[in-house]
């Protein structure tokens, strides 16, 4: 069974960090691009990093870019999401997001569950 | 960038047909074919249905189908079952290997 399966998500305070895994199993995590996606609780989903196959691309949304790295090692089949400097505003859902083969970075066809992340002192 | 916009709600009867646009930008819905739609169940993870505007994953209805005209794309659900009650998201590929999310539609099947 294709699956995503998300970890390390919890409570830190602002300014804390954190590093979410993304363990991917029937497939080869090599194949694809991968993405961040979140979503605040009640409020709609938002595109957070990708990178790409080979992880010599990496981009990130502005409001993340400097405190946010995204890495995956395809050899253990996983994907990280290192997160500093928190924020408030970092409280979300992060789930774990396979591309489609012919539109890696910009259609999502293998969700994980979810781990949640909530910033709060 | 920016969200695209969609429509907060939408509504339609069983069998009834019912259209969702997102608007966007020439940078992004515009000036590319990468658009998608999802549909989240509540308490679920979103579910691709739609992605490059128009194409179906296996096992997605035919009842869903995809279209675009210059900055604003479309999802139309066609012949309304119940289950088709969800949030709906489009997503748009926006350049430099960016993606941007519009800000969802709750569909009511009455």
């Known amino acids: 069974e294709v699956q995503l399966v998300e970890s390390g998500g919890g409570l830190v305070q602002p300014g804390g960090s954190l590093r979410l895994s993304c363990a991917a199993s029937?497939?080869?995590?090599?194949?694809?691009?991968m993405t961040w996606v979140r979503q605040a609780p009640g409020k709609g989903l938002e595109w957070v990093a990708n990178i790409k196959q080979d992880g010599t691309e990496k981009t990130y949304v502005d409001s993340v870019k400097d405190r946010f790295s995204i890495s995956r090692d395809n050899a253990k089949n996983s994907l990280s999401l290192e997160m500093n400097s928190l924020r408030a505003e970092d409280t979300a859902l992060y789930y774990c997001v396979r591309g489609v083969i012919t539109a890696g970075r910009s259609a999502f066809d293998i969700w994980g569950q979810g781990t949640m992340v909530t910033v709060s002192s | 960038q920016s969200a695209l916009t969609q429509p907060p709600s939408a509504s339609g009867s069983p069998g009834q047909s019912v259209t969702i646009s997102c608007t966007g930008t020439?940078?992004?819905?515009?000036?590319?074919?990468?658009v998608s739609w999802y549909q989240q169940h509540p308490g679920k993870a979103p579910k691709l249905m739609i992605y490059?505007?128009?194409k179906r994953p296996s096992g997605v209805p035919d009842r869903f189908s995809g279209s675009k005209s210059g900055n604003t794309a479309s999802l139309t659900v066609s012949g309304l079952q119940a289950e088709d009650e969800a949030d709906y998201y489009c997503?748009?590929?926006?350049?430099?290997?960016?993606?941007?999310f519009g800000g969802g539609t709750k569909l009511t099947v009455l």
């Open positions: 490059e505007v128009s």
């Open positions: 029937g497939f080869t995590l090599s194949t694809y691009y």
């Open positions: 997503s748009s590929y926006a350049g430099s290997n960016k993606l941007v």
């Open positions: 020439s940078s992004d819905v515009g000036g590319h074919n990468y």
